[in-house]
């Protein structure tokens, strides 16, 4: 019996990973509770495992007292002189109980308190094992699926692949082995839970990191990642070592590399793109494969406009606006594409509208346009100084300019309060009213603002395409049709 103890001690610690300790310890408490089982729960007793004999023993606890008034708790000094001749009356002493004698239901309630204690035992392991693993990638196979979600075997754990952390498009039955990476460990009462991701952008980069030797050794850098999963991501890298090419080295021989990666995320579209310190040339890489031909950064906002050849446009926002989306989340910047002609278009219109200042000819409008002036208040908001400061302005011809666009910005604004009323007692349809817009096409508009057929008309044509859901095409009819009902609603 002592050998067999032992032995089922050690054996279950190797088995389960758990401390002998632990163990040792819930035996000690199965016979504790068997005993209050089997003894009821007057008795004050203690249970203590002996090594070298392989058992627990049980020790009933007693006073030794002159009178004896409860048998439970205390013994009378003859008795206890029996046990041991130096006891007297205030002693503690310890009498081992025979746990021979146990009955079914004490021996079942030590088996379940064992089981019980081993199995949290066991949890806490996995958790502690799990807790500090967040952010790593794990292999298992599909054990079941259940509503969707994915139970994955791991080995000693189970895992849960929920179905917002799939990949649409990825199906997989039980038996499958499956990559993912470990987005959160939770502790709950049915134990500890491991939440898996197939679809996070660090899934991605830990990919890269595996396949990519560079970046494991800390000569190449990943610094963010983008995805729509399935679809696109795109990754971007810079070298610590200016002789080794970061986007090289990611795509490997024959872009081996990069297609082991592909492969895992079941032919995503992965663009490798070179960081760069220089936000406007980071942006462009970001937008490959379009090529950009200027950029206006606004940092403060983190906004950017970028402007490129017609016939970049459709290329640089991608399909359903796909490239701009992703580039936007790598970069951190809103992202505002325009073709050459648009801004070509708002050029010629914004010097046109400083034309109309008194005193500013075609030269000096492009003067001032040039120097980032594209408005009448901007220039009423301007000092003189500013102004004058320019190439062909004089103080003179700056004060006349500044106090002539001071006096519109005035008529300007009470005229604007005339229109207000105007436009309220006539209004503008709803962008529900146009033809061909459903209720989807409704919230992605309303969304950003876009809430009546006159803002539908102004809305610039690039911005609407980079709206997941709607392409350039879309976006081009959509002005088209809402500038013509517009128009026909105010001849009316």
Do not use: W
């Not at 504790?32 to 392989?54: T, V």
């Not at 997941?468 to 002005?479: D, R």
């Amino acid at each position: 019996m002592s050998q067999n103890l032992n032995y089922i001690i050690e054996q279950v610690g190797k088995d389960k990973g758990i401390e002998r300790d632990v163990i040792i310890d819930a035996l000690e408490n199965a016979v504790l509770m068997a005993s209050r089982k089997k003894f009821g729960p007057q008795r004050l007793m203690e249970a203590h495992y002996n090594e070298e004999i392989g058992e627990v023993e049980l020790f009933q606890f007693v006073e030794v007292v002159e009178e004896m008034e409860d048998p439970y708790t205390q013994i009378s000094l003859d008795e206890a002189r029996q046990l041991d001749p130096d006891a007297e009356i205030g002693d503690s002493l310890g009498v081992k109980l025979d746990t021979s004698a146990f009955g079914r239901i004490a021996a079942q309630t030590a088996k379940q308190v064992i089981i019980q204690r081993v199995r949290d035992a066991e949890r806490d392991n996995i958790y502690n094992d799990y807790k500090d693993r967040k952010g790593e990638i794990v292999t298992g196979n599909v054990q079941r699926v259940e509503r969707g979600n994915l139970y994955i075997n791991l080995g000693r754990a189970e895992a849960i692949l929920q179905s917002r952390e799939q990949v649409r498009g990825e199906a997989y039955r039980q038996g499958d082995r499956i990559r993912a990476y470990i987005l959160d460990v939770q502790r709950s009462s049915k134990g500890p839970q491991i939440f898996l991701s197939r679809t996070h952008p660090r899934l991605l980069i830990k990919l890269f990191d595996m396949e990519v030797p560079e970046i494991s050794e800390g000569i190449i850098k990943v610094v963010d990642a983008a995805r729509e999963p399935g679809e696109r991501a795109k990754i971007s890298v810079y070298s610590t070592n200016k002789d080794v090419d970061p986007v090289g080295a990611c795509v490997g021989m024959r872009g081996s590399r990069v297609q082991s990666v592909v492969q895992e995320l079941r032919g995503e579209k992965i663009d490798i793109i070179p960081y760069s310190e220089d936000i406007a040339k980071y942006v462009s890489n970001a937008l490959a494969p379009a090529k950009i031909s200027r950029a206006y950064i606004d940092e403060e906002n983190r906004n950017m406009e970028i402007v490129v050849e017609d016939d970049q446009l459709s290329l640089a926002i991608g399909k359903r606006g796909q490239n701009v989306r992703l580039a936007s989340k790598l970069t951190g910047y809103r992202i505002d594409i325009k073709s050459e002609s648009r801004m070509e278009q708002i050029s010629e219109e914004t010097i046109g509208g400083l034309r109309g200042i008194p005193h500013v000819g075609e030269v000096i409008a492009r003067i001032l346009y040039n120097e980032g002036f594209v408005s009448v208040k901007e220039i009423a908001d301007s000092g003189v100084e500013e102004l004058a400061r320019l190439s062909g302005i004089g103080i003179k011809k700056a004060q006349k300019i500044v106090m002539a666009a001071r006096e519109m910005v005035e008529v300007e604004a009470e005229g604007t309060e005339v229109d207000a009323e105007e436009d309220r007692e006539r209004g503008s349809p709803p962008i529900s009213d146009l033809k061909g817009v459903g209720e989807k096409t409704t919230a992605l508009l309303m969304s950003k603002g876009i809430e009546t057929i006159r803002d539908l008309a102004k809305a610039d044509v690039g911005f609407l395409a980079s709206i997941p859901g709607i392409g350039m095409k879309k976006a081009e009819k959509l002005v088209r049709e809402a500038s013509a009902f517009d128009g026909k609603v105010a001849h009316d």
